[in-house]
């Protein structure tokens, strides 16, 4: 699946149009903080058949997001930022990951954690109910326990004063955000130092590009 691309391609992001991807959260928020422009292609969610199949021959996967460039379709959140951090590096354009090797090891353990783990709190607190009607069920004992190792470890990263992970913003702190305001959005309880990190990323205005869209839909 070879792919001829230029940097100055047009870039195209396809997104869902119900708004409630946490993986179309992540391609759009590095498009924003990385400043560059794009088009958005919004597919409605269960994708047809059709599209779907269109999808896996260009993408490999029939999955929103799948970014556009050039020739290459790619799928897979994290395979899009790591794409966008390599094709437009700092310092031309603001980094998406920790400059530092082992803050860079770590933003990329979190994501993925965030990625394989939570599934039961992730099923209870449905990003449907962050951007929309909170949920009134309480957690099972499943969820809650991912809940509390999602805080335990939150807090064992955070540092006093900083509003970010590590020493600059990464687009970790934008997953870690949305997972911990699953939390906050339906009134479970959250540590305070906790709910103000939280907080301060849900104002970032990358973050806010999808998240206005998604509170208004
Ligand atoms: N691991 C993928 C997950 C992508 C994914 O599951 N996308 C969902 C939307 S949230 C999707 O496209 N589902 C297709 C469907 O429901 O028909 C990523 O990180 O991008």
Same mark, same amino acid.
């Given at each position: 699946m070879t792919a001829t691309v230029s940097a100055s391609d047009p870039l195209v992001l396809y997104g869902e149009s119900?708004? #409630? /991807?946490p993986w179309v959260f992540h391609a759009m928020t590095a498009l924003e903080e990385k400043g560059l422009p794009y088009t958005l292609e919004l597919v409605p969610l269960p994708i047809d058949a059709e599209r779907r199949a269109r999808l896996t021959e260009r993408a @490999? @996967?029939?999955? #929103?997001p799948v970014l556009v460039h050039g020739e290459l379709w790619l799928s897979e959140s994290l395979a899009i930022s790591e794409y966008l951090a390599e094709t437009f590096p700092f310092p031309a354009h603001p980094r998406l &990951?920790?400059?530092?090797l082992a803050e860079r090891a770590r933003a990329r353990q979190v994501m993925s954690y965030l990625r394989t783990d939570l599934m039961a709190l992730r099923e209870a607190r449905p990003t449907s109910s962050v951007f929309g009607a909170p949920v009134v069920t309480p957690l099972s004992a499943r969820a809650q326990a991912q809940a509390d190792e999602l805080i335990r470890l939150t807090r064992r990263l955070l540092v006093p004063g900083?509003? /970010? @992970? &590590?020493t600059t913003w990464s687009i970790a702190d934008a997953d870690l955000a949305l997972a911990l305001m699953r939390l906050v959005k339906n009134r479970d309880p959250v540590p305070d130092d906790v709910r103000a990190y939280a907080l301060a990323q849900w104002a970032r205005p990358s973050l806010r590009a999808y998240l206005d869209r998604a509170e208004l839909t």
């Open positions: 119900t708004w #409630v /991807s @490999l @996967l029939g999955k #929103v &990951f920790p400059a530092e900083r509003t /970010s @992970l &590590f």
